[in-house]
């Protein structure tokens, strides 16, 4: 028994000398925050941004739920167009919860709107 007393000293000592890397700097961030952009419409496409990357999503009835992630703060830029005249609500959320913008508004055939909305990481 007095024999693995300087083992566990030992092994305690050479673990608690280990040093963790600290990640390189250029490495690219984990994106971590995942938020939510809903698109209720008939007949729409949304065009968006996320981190300099284009997406694309066409809706043919109905409403399509599209997460984002990202790790730090920036802008969703959206474009909707309307391929019918009809109401479409447009709901983006945050990685918290917390409703960024939440509208429901008349549109019409063809019609195309850009939208910036400001997700924050406070």
């Given at each position: 028994?007095?024999?693995?007393?300087?083992?566990?000293?030992?092994?305690?000592?050479?673990?608690?000398?280990?040093?963790?890397?600290?990640?390189?700097?250029?490495?690219?961030?984990?994106?971590?925050?995942?938020?939510?952009?809903?698109?209720?419409?008939?007949?729409?496409?949304?065009?968006?941004?996320?981190?300099n990357k284009d997406y694309q999503v066409r809706i043919?009835?109905?409403?399509?739920?599209?997460?984002?992630?990202?790790?730090?703060?920036?802008?969703?830029?959206?474009?909707?167009?309307?391929?019918?005249?009809?109401?479409?609500?447009?709901?983006?959320?945050?990685?918290?919860?917390?409703?960024?913008?939440?509208?429901?508004?008349?549109?019409?055939?063809?019609?195309?709107?850009?939208?910036?909305f400001v997700i924050k990481i406070k």
């Amino acid at each position: 028994m007095r024999a693995l007393y300087p083992l566990l000293l030992f092994v305690v000592v050479l673990l608690g000398s280990c040093k963790k890397e600290a990640l390189d700097s250029d490495a690219p961030e984990v994106l971590k925050n995942a938020g939510l952009l809903r698109v209720e419409c008939n007949k729409c496409v949304i065009n968006y941004q996320v981190n300099n990357k284009d997406y694309q999503v066409r809706i043919d009835r109905g409403s399509n739920d599209i997460a984002f992630f990202y790790a730090d703060g920036f802008n969703l830029i959206t474009k909707v167009l309307s391929k019918e005249e009809q109401k479409i609500r447009l709901l983006v959320m945050d990685s918290f919860g917390r409703v960024v913008s939440n509208e429901l508004k008349d549109w019409t055939e063809g019609e195309s709107r850009t939208q910036t909305f400001v997700i924050k990481i406070k």
